[in-house]
């Protein structure tokens, strides 16, 4: 089994400033690790994600993670925020497993203040 | 490749009604998922196929809900007898299957009144 935790369900920062979304996991077997952004109204978009190799994994938009085992966690930054990045962010998590299905954390909700 | 689509993206209906929606998945993906989304919360897993098979169903998954995805193709979701709580956004995506990445539509967003 596996399950996602997302610490701060509002996330607030000024335009420039670094951007820092937290996720903890839980799993029992080696994850595959997701972050997905979704605006409103509108499906989920992958971000990036770790399988296995590099713990640091670069993304689109700027973004990147640190997969850290020791800490369970895989937390999504951004050196410096845009009024774009507004938006909810999602960590899932799935296992490496024929299956594929994710499990998702209840997202965080990323404000930038100009 | 045009992504995953699906359709309706709105759909109001009365409580005791059936509806359906529908799941294009991008051509060659041979995985296809169905979940389901309330305000504040994450996409929660109903179902998913390999091809046609349908492989695994949630305990969220009632007796009121079938899935279908004839030919290994498009897929439909039905709920039968709506309910109030069933009220959601319902999501699709699709995959190769390789490393799990999902590519998802835009989603269908059920009002049952």
């Known amino acids: 089994a596996q399950s996602v935790t997302q610490l701060g369900s509002h996330v607030s920062v000024s335009e420039g400033a670094l951007v820092l979304l937290r996720c903890n996991y839980s799993?029992?077997?080696?994850?595959?690790l997701f972050w997905y952004v979704q605006y409103p109204n509108q499906g989920l978009q992958l971000l990036l994600k770790?399988?296995?190799?590099?713990?640091l994994v670069k993304g689109i938009n700027g973004f990147e993670a640190e997969f850290k085992k020791s800490e369970t966690s895989f937390h999504l930054t951004k050196p410096s925020a845009h009024m774009s990045d507004a938006a909810e962010y999602f960590c899932a998590v799935s296992l490496n497993t024929n299956a594929g299905k994710s499990t998702f954390g209840d997202g965080t909700t990323l404000t930038v203040k100009p | 490749d045009t992504g995953v689509s699906q359709n309706p993206r709105h759909k109001i209906t009365k409580r005791g009604q059936n509806v359906t929606f529908r799941c294009d998945p991008i051509s060659e993906h041979n995985r296809l998922y169905w979940y389901r989304q309330t305000l504040g919360q994450g996409p929660e897993f109903l179902t998913y196929f390999q091809n046609e098979a349908q492989l695994e169903k949630s305990r969220l998954l009632s007796d009121r809900f079938s899935a279908e995805r004839p030919k290994g193709s498009f897929s439909t979701l039905e709920i039968q007898r709506t309910e109030q709580g069933d009220s959601a956004m319902y999501l699709c995506?699709?995959?190769?299957?390789?490393?799990?990445?999902?590519?998802f539509g835009p989603g269908t967003r059920l009002t049952v009144l």
């Open positions: 770790y399988t296995t190799g590099a713990t």
């Open positions: 995506a699709s995959s190769l299957g390789q490393n799990n990445e999902q590519f």
């Open positions: 799993s029992s077997v080696p994850p595959y």
